[in-house]
C-alpha cells in the first residue's frame, strides 16, 4: 500500500493486471475480472511480482505456507521444512536459523536455479556453517498432519530424486 501511495504521489498510474504491448507506446491490460484497458505513455514501468505456486502433492495446500504467511504468523513457526531452494526460500531459511529456529532446506536438484552456481554452491557452503540443514536431491511427495496447534505437527513423505525409497521429515512448519 505505501508503495501505491508514493506512487500516485508522483502522478504514477498503478494497474494491477496483466499487460500486453500493443506498439512501443501503447498497452492492453487486462484485470483479474477480465476488463481490458488500452494505455498510450511515453514511458511504462514494468513491476512483476510473483505469487507462490504450490506443487501437486497432496497435502500441500491444506498444510504448507508460503513466505507470505510466514510473516503473518501469530506464533513461532518452531521446526521448519523449506521446500525448494529459491532466493525466497534460502532468505526465510536463512532468517528463521538467525533466530535459533531448527530448519531444514529441501533441494530437489541445485541451489539457486538461474544464478551462477559458484556464488550459489558459496551460499550453500555458507547457510551449512551456519546452522541451516539441507536434504539434497529429494522431493516431497504427501504433507500431512500428525498434531493440531499453532504450530502443530507435520509429516513430509519425500523420496530422493535418484531413488524409490520413501522416506519421512517430521516438523512444525512447511514452507513452500
Known amino acids: 500500500w505505501g508503495y501505491r501511495v508514493s506512487l500516485k504521489d508522483k502522478n504514477v498510474t498503478y494497474i494491477n493486471?496483466?499487460?500486453?504491448?500493443?506498439?512501443?507506446?501503447?498497452?492492453?491490460?487486462?484485470?483479474?475480472?477480465?476488463?481490458?484497458?488500452?494505455?498510450?505513455?511515453?514511458?511504462f514501468l514494468l513491476a512483476m511480482g510473483m505469487r507462490p505456486r504450490y506443487p501437486d502433492i497432496p497435502g500441500v495446500k491444506e498444510y504448507a505456507i508460503t513466505s507470505d504467511d510466514l510473516f503473518s504468523l501469530n506464533y513461532c513457526p518452531g521446526k521448519t521444512?523449506?521446500?525448494?531452494?529459491?532466493y525466497v526460500s534460502l532468505e526465510c531459511a536463512g532468517f528463521l536459523a538467525g533466530i535459533g529456529l531448527d530448519?531444514?532446506?529441501?533441494?530437489?536438484?541445485?541451489?539457486?536455479?538461474?544464478?551462477?552456481?559458484?556464488?550459489?554452491?558459496?551460499?550453500?557452503?555458507?547457510m551449512e556453517?551456519?546452522?541451516?540443514?539441507?536434504?539434497?536431491?529429494?522431493?516431497?511427495?504427501?504433507?500431512?498432519?500428525?498434531?493440531?496447534?499453532?504450530?502443530?505437527?507435520?509429516?513430509?513423505?519425500?523420496?530422493h530424486t535418484d531413488s524409490d525409497n520413501e522416506l519421512t521429515f517430521d516438523c512444525n512448519t512447511v514452507l513452500r
Do not use: W
Not at 81 to 86: K, N, Q, Y
Not at 103 to 126: C, H, P, W
Not at 138 to 147: D, F, G, N, Q, S
Open 103 to 126: 530448519v531444514t532446506v529441501m533441494v530437489r536438484s541445485i541451489l539457486l536455479r538461474g544464478f551462477d552456481q559458484e556464488m550459489a554452491n558459496k551460499v550453500g557452503d555458507y
Open 17 to 43: 493486471g496483466f499487460a500486453e504491448f500493443q506498439d512501443e507506446h501503447t498497452i492492453e491490460t487486462t484485470n483479474k475480472k477480465g476488463k481490458k484497458q488500452k494505455l498510450t505513455s511515453e514511458k
Open 129 to 159: 556453517k551456519h546452522n541451516v540443514n539441507f536434504i539434497r536431491k529429494a522431493v516431497p511427495t504427501k504433507i500431512e498432519r500428525l498434531e493440531d496447534g499453532q504450530p502443530g505437527k507435520l509429516r513430509v513423505h519425500y523420496k
Open 81 to 86: 521444512l523449506c521446500i525448494g531452494a529459491s
